[in-house]
């Protein structure tokens, strides 16, 4: 994976973000947790964890639930070592095969590496068709 490090421009903050949905849309825990420090601290809805091997636990659980992921990422903003996005994406249950389209925000601070040390992730889920579907990469 490519090395950004802060400060970041408007460029580089837009590429970071590129390479984050890229990752994530990889679906491997352990290659998305390189991006994130040792002891990356971690808010994702209600849950409340640190370091990488929780991020690959986590992930893990998340895509064995959550079939046929596909996420988007938008830049939101920046400063010198910070980041906002909002995101979107569409996955499909795996017990009751209802899908889902996850709308949300992302709150990013990376250490002077580049490495993301704090994530801070809100969203909601919205039930849709399967002919509702807008990203549609698999």
């Known amino acids: 994976m490519k090395k950004i490090i802060p400060p970041f421009t408007k460029e580089t903050a837009a590429e970071k973000v590129q390479l984050a949905e890229n990752a994530w849309n990889s679906k491997n825990p352990e ?45 939101w903003s920046f400063t010198d070592n910070r980041i906002s996005v909002r ?19 992302e709150h990013w601070e990376f250490d002077s590496e580049g490495l993301m040390k704090v994530r801070d992730m809100s969203a909601n889920d919205i039930k849709i068709k399967e002919s509702e579907r807008k990203f549609i990469n698999q």
Do not use: C, M, P
Request: net charge positive.
């Open 31 to 75: 290659q998305v947790a390189l991006a994130y420090s040792i002891g990356s601290q971690w808010r994702n809805r209600d849950k409340f964890f640190t370091g990488r091997k929780a991020i690959v636990d986590f992930l893990s659980n998340k895509w064995n639930k959550e079939l046929h992921y596909e996420l988007r990422k938008h830049l």
């Open 87 to 105: 995101f979107e994406y569409e996955w499909q249950h795996a017990e009751t095969g209802q899908w889902y389209r996850t709308h949300g925000n």
